[in-house]
């Protein structure tokens, strides 16, 4: 049987691309043929759920379905996802939006901010507390969206909406609905079937999943140049363009601020010597309002991903 990552292993994102792509041309053959494409593929998905679910049962029957068992099964992305689609995933909801805040935080982290999940509520609504300097900053709903909205519908396709509070108070500055999530029980049974443009793109790059503690890369996404870092277990990217000399990184190196604390990391740009707070979205330390570019990243333990401008993406 061939592995994920074996030569002969079938590209199953691009699979699933392939599937949407022919649900929507067949809507060129009207309505009739659209709605039969979804039904095959509604009692395709089933036929292979009720496959699955029993396999799960009889593997229970038989005591091998254990507390690592259960945990390998969602740590796989692949089959996370089949397994998601089914109603079949071992975690609730609500562990499963921790756990994808979980992997977003770091890059909240670099704008001196954090993330609360407050509540999964039965209409399925997801509401958020942002924490620190995120809180009220004019850019607070583009770096949610773009940190959150990718991991959410990731882990929980069910889920609705996104509602965000301010750590004022559960009544003050309430957002509404932020970040509407389109799940594929959605995309099945719609009739546009025409995902909506959030303008980002989600780029798997290899390179950052076995990047060394301390160390700085720098990457294309497309026609975005990226330069990256990792400080402990937390990675961290921005635009290649340092912000006052505008030149790349190149030979740029990470360091602990003199006299900071454990975990401090500074980029320094070997062309003009300027020094970047990286935990601080990219400030500029010398106080004139320079800073970095970040992107989002998110990581599912086997893939890191980069979110860059769908008008720069490959």
């Known amino acids: 049987m061939a592995r994920e990552d074996s030569p002969a292993a079938p590209d199953w994102r691009t699979t699933g691309e392939r599937i949407d792509t022919l649900i929507a041309a067949s809507g060129s053959g009207g309505a009739v043929a659209r709605e039969r494409s979804e039904e095959l593929v509604r009692l395709v998905a089933d036929f292979y759920g009720a496959g699955l679910e029993r396999l799960l049962d009889l593997v229970h029957e038989q005591g091998r379905l254990d507390d690592d068992i259960l945990a390998a099964l969602a740590e796989d992305e692949l089959v996370s996802g089949v397994l998601l689609v089914h109603g079949l995933h071992p975690y609730g909801v609500e562990t499963r939006v921790e756990r994808a805040l979980e992997s977003v935080r770091p890059y909240l982290g670099s704008h001196g901010g954090d993330v609360e999940l407050l509540a999964v509520t039965d209409e399925g609504t997801v509401r958020l507390r942002?924490?620190?300097?995120?809180?009220?900053?004019?850019?607070?709903?583009?770096?949610?969206?773009?940190?959150?909205?990718?991991?959410?519908?990731?882990?929980?396709?069910?889920?609705?909406?996104?509602?965000?509070?301010?750590?004022?108070?559960?009544?003050?500055?309430?957002?509404?609905?932020?970040?509407?999530?389109?799940?594929?029980?959605?995309r099945l049974?719609?009739?546009?079937?025409?995902?909506?443009?959030?303008?980002?793109?989600?780029?798997?790059?290899?390179?950052?999943?076995?990047?060394?503690?301390?160390?700085?890369?720098?990457?294309?996404?497309?026609?975005?140049?990226?330069?990256?870092?990792?400080?402990?277990?937390?990675l961290f990217a921005f635009e290649d363009r340092c912000a006052r000399c505008e030149r790349p990184f190149e030979g740029a190196t990470l360091a602990r601020r003199l006299g900071g604390r454990s975990g401090d990391a500074i980029l320094r740009c070997a062309g003009c010597r300027a020094h970047y707070d990286v935990r601080q979205a990219g400030a500029c330390l010398y106080g004139d309002g320079a800073h970095l570019s970040p992107l989002p990243l998110l990581s599912d333990g086997a893939a890191v991903s980069v979110s860059v401008p769908a008008a720069v993406a490959p």
């Open 130 to 186: 942002l924490l620190g300097s995120c809180d009220g900053c004019p850019s607070s709903s583009v770096t949610l969206r773009l940190a959150v909205q990718g991991a959410v519908e990731a882990a929980a396709p069910e889920i609705t909406s996104i509602d965000v509070e301010t750590s004022a108070g559960e009544d003050a500055g309430a957002a509404g609905p932020l970040v509407p999530v389109d799940s594929l029980f959605a």
């Open 189 to 234: 049974h719609t009739e546009s079937g025409a995902p909506a443009d959030d303008g980002a793109s989600w780029e798997v790059v290899p390179e950052l999943s076995g990047l060394e503690p301390g160390a700085v890369i720098r990457f294309g996404v497309g026609r975005m140049p990226v330069v990256a870092c990792r400080v402990g277990t937390d």
